[in-house]
């Protein structure tokens, strides 16, 4: 993939997903489970395009673990 096929990596990790669903589909295979970070245009398509085939999602739990020290800190930067 072209640098400039996409406008950010946020876009980038949406293109891959797209990439990789249309792989599988030519290769006449379903994902059951795909395991994601928290990217919430990620998480809409699966949640419209692919849960509907059968695709569960699940979120990578070490970025939810991440996204919770991340608030817990900036609260606590917050107070001092």
Known sequence: ?????????????????????????????????????????NAAYIRRNMAPKGTTHYYDIWHIAKGKYNVK???NEDVI
């Open 1 to 41: 993939q072209q640098s400039n096929e996409v406008p950010n990596s946020s876009w980038c990790e949406h293109e891959g997903l797209l990439r990789l669903e249309q792989f599988l589909a030519r290769k006449n295979l379903n994902l059951d489970v795909i395991i994601t970070d928290r990217n919430r245009q």
């Open 73 to 75: 800190l900036t609260i």
